[in-house]
């Protein structure tokens, strides 16, 4: 039997970025859609730099 494929989950959507999306979406002129995309894009953990020179930090 082969596996089966990883199904991509989106994460549901709270309300209070929810009302953050409707009022960007106001004050610039973008979709909801949009700004909360925009809003993922923000919030989403960026990956840390790897300090490969320990030495310089003394």
């Known amino acids: ?3 089966k494929a990883k199904k991509s ?3 549901p959507i709270d309300r ?3 009302a953050e999306a409707a009022y960007y979406a ?3 002129g973008l979709t909801k859609e949009e700004a909360l995309r925009i809003l993922k894009d ?3 953990p960026k990956p840390l730099a790897s300090s490969r020179d320990h030495s310089k930090r003394r």
Request: zero cysteines; proline letters at 0%; a positive charge.
């Open 16 to 18: 209070e970025r929810v």
């Open 42 to 44: 923000a919030y989403t």
């Open 26 to 28: 106001r004050k610039f």
């Open 9 to 11: 989950r989106e994460e």
């Open 1 to 3: 039997m082969g596996k």
